[in-house]
């Protein structure tokens, strides 16, 4: 019998606490906290947004000077091709 009244002890303490959680989860303080936290997360997308543009655009620098690069080389290997 006293498994039972433990059993029936921890289960009502389980939904008192659960019913706790909601209104406490639901209350206008807690909102003020979620909405504070959901700025800050949109803050935090902006500024890896911008890391994110600088990054693809130092890519884009990259890759046209690479082309640049190989082209050069294209150019002076034909022009000794066509010197020999």
């Keep these: 019998m006293l498994g039972f ?3 029936t002890c921890c289960f009502l303490g389980g939904v008192l606490f659960g019913t706790a ?3 406490v989860l639901s209350s206008k303080d807690a ?6 936290c959901t700025a800050a997360v949109l ?4 500024e890896v947004m911008k890391c ?3 990054i693809q ?3 884009q620098d990259i890759y046209a000077d690479a082309q640049e ?3 050069k080389r294209k ?3 034909n022009a000794n091709v066509v010197e020999a």
Excluded: L
């Excluded at 909102?31 to 504070?36: A, D, P």
């Excluded at 803050?43 to 902006?46: E, L, T």
């Design 21 to 23: 959680g909601v209104k």
């Design 57 to 59: 655009e130092n890519a």
């Design 5 to 7: 009244g433990k059993k």
């Design 75 to 77: 150019a002076e290997e």
């Design 52 to 54: 994110v543009d600088t």
């Design 31 to 36: 909102k003020k906290v979620y909405t504070h």
């Design 43 to 46: 803050r935090a997308k902006d």
């Design 69 to 71: 690069i190989n082209e």
